[in-house]
């Protein structure tokens, strides 16, 4: 298995485990569940060492990638800056949430902290998770992009426009 490969592989684990370790965070703190906690923890930590794997091979995967015919380069670097950004959001829940382990299990009072820093790191690491995972698709996946739906609706727009006057 090459880096691509890899790429391809561990690239849906840092947008996907967040999203599960948000649920259980928030199960956490609804059921007054420790356990629940700290497996949310674990799950963000996990999340950015995914991240870690998926960016390290991302940049393998652009030079496999912007040889392929019809790749276009814009949209391997849109990917690639939100990738970075995204990448330091998840390596900081990834902090956060060590610690919060290791307050949590030592039951330290400042502990419940963490847990919300937690939270709000992981709903804004989802919102570039989705962007970076979106910009991702666009690089081979021509129908998802913006541009080309933004053509196509106003195509719909003329077409039907022409053919209300037609009538």
């Known amino acids: 298995m090459d880096q691509t490969h890899l790429h391809l592989i561990i690239n849906h684990f840092p947008i996907i485990l ?9 199960a956490g703190l609804f059921f007054k569940s420790e356990i629940l906690k700290r497996t949310a ?4 930590v996990v999340s950015a060492i995914s991240a870690a794997i998926a960016f390290s091979s991302g940049e393998a995967a652009e030079h496999v990638v ?3 015919p019809g790749v276009e380069e814009h949209f391997i670097e849109e ?4 990738a ?5 959001l998840i390596y900081v829940l990834g ?11 030592k039951e330290k009072p ?10 709000l790191f992981s709903v804004i690491s989802l919102y570039f998770a989705q962007e970076t995972g979106n910009t991702g698709g666009e690089i081979r996946h021509s129908e998802i992009r913006s541009e080309i739906s933004d053509h ?4 719909n727009h003329e077409t039907s426009h022409e053919n209300h006057n037609h009538k």
């Open 79 to 82: 990917h690639e800056e939100v």
């Open 66 to 68: 912007e040889k392929i």
């Open 110 to 119: 400042f502990a419940k902290w963490f847990t919300y820093a937690a939270i």
């Open 41 to 44: 923890f674990f799950i963000f």
């Open 18 to 26: 967040p999203i599960v370790g948000l649920f259980v965070i928030i």
């Open 84 to 88: 970075e950004v995204f990448i330091k």
């Open 152 to 155: 196509s609706s106003d195509k």
């Open 95 to 105: 902090v956060v949430s060590l610690l919060g382990l290791w307050a949590n299990w």
